[in-house]
């Protein structure tokens, strides 16, 4: 709500008081959700897309490097997996292995989530270090908004021990939290 000033908010206080406590409730349990996910030590990056504006925050040291992409068209390989993120569900690409140290991930929400407010979790499993004798090193990026997701390309970097024989580990999964059910997006990867 701290988003909603002058103008915007002039509007907002003409709304139906009904839909205007329903927008403020989704609001607060969104706020909710976004401070769990900061203080969750298995996020290590946060996405926002706020004010017509995609942006990524780092919550903490991590074995992998995640980015936004300037250029979503631009792809050598499509991938034949691709992750669909449903609310109250996980979903997997299983594991795959590629000579590829980077890893294109474009995220499509689905029209109905555009004009609501989301929070889902992309987790590359294969971030850790294995064996990892830190159960808490971060393998997940979070993602909340309230409109579309202005840029939606991103680029994974693995980090260098997931190499085994000229080959990195490759895993992504999914965890939808709201809406609480149907589709929220589906995630394509490339190089």
Known sequence: L????????ERLEKVNPVNLEKCKSNLRALNVQVANA?????NAYMVFSVNGKTLIKKLREANFDFESSPNSSVSTRTLPYSLEVYGGNSSSTGVFKDASR??????????????????FQVLSPNAKPSPDDNYSTPESVAFSGTGPLWSNSFVWTAYWDA???????????????????????QCTFSY
């Open 102 to 119: 980077t890893i294109r991930m474009n995220v499509n929400l689905d029209l109905n989530v555009q004009f609501n407010y989301y929070f």
């Open 163 to 185: 190499q085994v024989g000229g080959l990195f580990s490759w895993e992504f999964s999914s965890l939808g939290t709201t809406p609480n059910y149907g589709h929220i997006a």
């Open 2 to 9: 701290s988003y909603v000033t002058g103008a915007d908010w």
């Open 38 to 42: 900061v203080n969750d030590p298995q």
